[in-house]
Each structure stands twice: as structure tokens, then as C-alpha cells.
T-cell receptor
Framework: DAGVTQSPTHLIKTRGQQVTLRCSPKSGHDTVSWYQQALGQGPQFIFQYYEEEERQRGNFPDRFSGHQFPNYSSELNVNALLLGDSALYLCASSFTGGGGNQPQHFGDGTRLSIL | GEDVEQSLFLSVREGDSSVINCTYT??????LYWYKQEPGAGLQLLTY?????DMKQDQRLTVLLNKKDKHLSLRIADTQTGDSAIYFCAEKVKTSYDKVIFGPGTSLSVIP
């Protein structure tokens, strides 16, 4: 049973570029959340997708957008990259259908470096 | 507000017990979690406790919850070198679908 998988594992971009990160949830999960983890800090909630719609968002600018596909996989897009966007981006999946009381399971993340 | 605090560092000797503490501010929290992160890896769910419980034990791990003081602790018995990692306390906020607020993490160092 595959857990949460993310791709790519590492990525290097320059300021002003755009990036797309991908996530496949754990089998049986229908909800995907994205987090940004800066070096030495805890993960910060970006947004959450359920039924192909964004249903919750953290304090991140509109440069951060996402998408969820019918197979529950998800993408995180970041436009106009800034140096401060350098971080580990974590995807977490969970199952909402069980009443929303299931814990989130995390992937190993995508390490994004902005030069 | 939503805030989770933890001490940043803890050092213990192999074989001793480790206790990692956490405080949170949101009284509507439904679940509280402990995650472990090893270098270069994602977050591994260790254990979690529902807010109407005060204790949960799972092998070497014991979670204690004091809801009145909004204090959570994780005790690791017989700490091993493989337990060296960063431990994150996190709360699930009732007012949000599934939003989880993380603390800054406690770096546990186990001395052989």
C-alpha cells in the first residue's frame, strides 16, 4: 500500500519563474493538504483540496494556487518565485468521508531552492 | 488564536526516558498529534490523542493531555539513538475542516 508520494524530490528555480509540484495521496484518501516548511520551522498550512475544490486556505498570497484531479492527486503551483519561497513543500492526505477524524499522512516533500 | 509552542531542544542519554512538552492556545482543538521528522524526510505520524482523553499509551510512547492547561506531552521510554529526530506537536482546529497547526518542533538528541 503506497503512502503519499511527491515529485520531484528536489527542484532548483530562479526568481520570477513558476513551479509545479505534484502529490499522489495515500490509497483510500480523498483530501490533500499542502504545507510549506522553511528551514528550522514547523510546517505552515497553505491550503486544502477536497472534491476538486479548495476548501480552506492559510495565509499565503495568490501566487500559490493548486488543483485536485478526479483521482484525488493534486498539484501546487507557485508563480513569480521569490527567494523566500525556498522551503520543503509537504503534501498530506487524509480521508474526509469518515467524519473528518482521520489523521493526515505526509509525503517526504519536495525541496525547492530559489536562486 | 491558533498557536502551538514547544521547547526547541532536548538532550537525553540512551536508555533514559525523554519527555517533550507542548502547549497550545485553541480550546476548540479536537485532535492533538505528535509527528517525527528525520533529516531529509517528511513527517511520520507517531501517535495522536482525542481531546476528550487524558492519556494514551502505545508501546514506548505515552501521551498525556491536560486540556485545562492546554498542555500536551510525549514520553518516550528507553530512548534509543534511532529516536534522534525533530518532534512536532500539532493540533487539529475544530473550526476548520482539517487544518492542522504545527509547533516549531523539538530537536531530540540521544547521547550513546
Amino acid at each position: 500500500d503506497a503512502g503519499v508520494t511527491q515529485s520531484p524530490t528536489h527542484l532548483i528555480k530562479t526568481r520570477g519563474q513558476q513551479v509545479t509540484l505534484r502529490c499522489s495521496p495515500k490509497s483510500g484518501h480523498d483530501t490533500v493538504s499542502w504545507y510549506q516548511q522553511a528551514l528550522g520551522q514547523g510546517p505552515q498550512f497553505i491550503f486544502q483540496y477536497y472534491e476538486e475544490e479548495e476548501r480552506q486556505r492559510g495565509n499565503f498570497p495568490d501566487r500559490f494556487s493548486g488543483h485536485q484531479f478526479p483521482n484525488y492527486s493534486s498539484e501546487l503551483n507557485v508563480n513569480a518565485l521569490l527567494l523566500g519561497d525556498s522551503a520543503l513543500y509537504l503534501c498530506a492526505s487524509s480521508f474526509t468521508g469518515g467524519g473528518g477524524n482521520q489523521p493526515q499522512h505526509f509525503g517526504d516533500g519536495t525541496r525547492l531552492s530559489i536562486l | 488564536g491558533e498557536d502551538v509552542e514547544q521547547s526547541l531542544f532536548l538532550s537525553v542519554r540512551e536508555g533514559d526516558s525523554s519527555v517533550i512538552n507542548c502547549t497550545y492556545t485553541d480550546s476548540s482543538s479536537t485532535y492533538l498529534y505528535w509527528y517525527k521528522q528525520e533529516p531529509g524526510a517528511g513527517l511520520q505520524l507517531l501517535t495522536y490523542i482525542f481531546s476528550n482523553m487524558d492519556m494514551k499509551q502505545d508501546q514506548r510512547l505515552t501521551v498525556l493531555l491536560n486540556k485545562k492547561d492546554k498542555h500536551l506531552s510525549l514520553r518516550i521510554a528507553d530512548t534509543q539513538t534511532g529516536d534522534s529526530a525533530i518532534y512536532f506537536c500539532a493540533e487539529k482546529v475544530k473550526t476548520s475542516y482539517d487544518k492542522v497547526i504545527f509547533g516549531p518542533g523539538t530537536s531530540l538528541s540521544v547521547i550513546p
